[in-house]
T-cell receptor, first 115, second 116 residues
Framework: KAGVTQTPRYLIKTRGQQVTLSCSPI?????VSWYQQTPGQGLQFLFE???????NKGNFPGRFSGRQFSNSRSEMNVSTLELGDSALYLC??????????????FGDGTRLSIL | AQKITQTQPGMFVQEKEAVTLDCTYD???????LFWYKQPSSGEMIFLIY??????QNATEGRYSLNFQKARKSANLVISASQLGDSAMYFC?????????????FGTGTKLQVIP
């Protein structure tokens, strides 16, 4: 079974630009969550999508947005990039239904650098 | 209050020795799940072990075991017979809620270094 796939692996952008990151979950997984990881702030939750609907959201500005498609693939968009957006962005998928016993399975991440 | 607390920013362990990584949690839910993940320097997060709040026995997965003390709200990870490849960041996480209202919170992590 293929794991969670994130593209691209590395990205370099400049301030003010926008970026779109992609995540393909494990087949059969309907929940996709996005996290930002930085050395200073650790792993911070961005948002979660389930069945094309955002059902949980972290404390990030509106410049960060996402969406999920009918095949459960998800994209995350960051507009008007700032230097502080440099981070490893991790996507995680899980079944999304039922109780709290579902582990999240992570992709390798996209490392975004803002110049 | 922090939902997940990992009080050890860094740990050293001798190869082949056992090591315990601490994790305490805070929740008012009766049903929740506790997870441990490993993140090597390459960046990927690897799921290691899960413990459910209603599980009476401590979870074990190979060299990993979870010392679950519900009354103390702790879920410590025990790695037996440490190997050099165990050197990595380790994150404790909790999933609360049910159905469409589940939330996952991660701790700040513990950096484990295995010494030959």
């Amino acid at each position: 079974k293929a794991g969670v796939t994130q593209t691209p692996r590395y990205l370099i952008k400049t301030r003010g630009q926008q970026v779109t990151l992609s995540c393909s979950p494990i087949s059969g997984h309907r929940s996709v969550s996005w996290y930002q990881q930085t050395p200073g702030q650790g792993l911070q939750f961005l948002f979660e999508y389930f069945s094309e609907t955002q059902r949980n959201k972290g404390n990030f500005p509106g410049r960060f947005s996402g969406r999920q498609f009918s095949n459960s693939r998800s994209e995350m968009n960051v507009s008007t990039l700032e230097l502080g957006d440099s981070a490893l962005y991790l996507c995680a998928s899980s079944l999304g239904q039922g109780g709290s016993n579902q582990p999240q399975h992570f992709g390798d991440g996209t490392r975004l650098s803002i110049l | 209050a922090q939902k997940i607390t990992q009080t050890q920013p860094g740990m050293f362990v001798q190869e082949k020795e056992a090591v315990t990584l601490d994790c305490t949690y805070d929740t008012s839910d009766q049903s929740y799940g506790l997870f441990w993940y490993k993140q090597p320097s390459s960046g990927e997060m690897i799921f290691l072990i899960y413990q459910g709040s209603y599980d009476e026995q401590n979870a074990t997965e190979g060299r990993y075991s979870l010392n679950f003390q519900k009354a103390r709200k702790s879920a410590n990870l025990v790695i037996s017979a440490s190997q050099l490849g165990d050197s990595a960041m380790y994150f404790c996480a909790m999933r609360e809620g049910t159905g469409g209202y589940q939330k996952v919170t991660f701790g700040t992590g513990t950096k484990l270094q295995v010494i030959p």
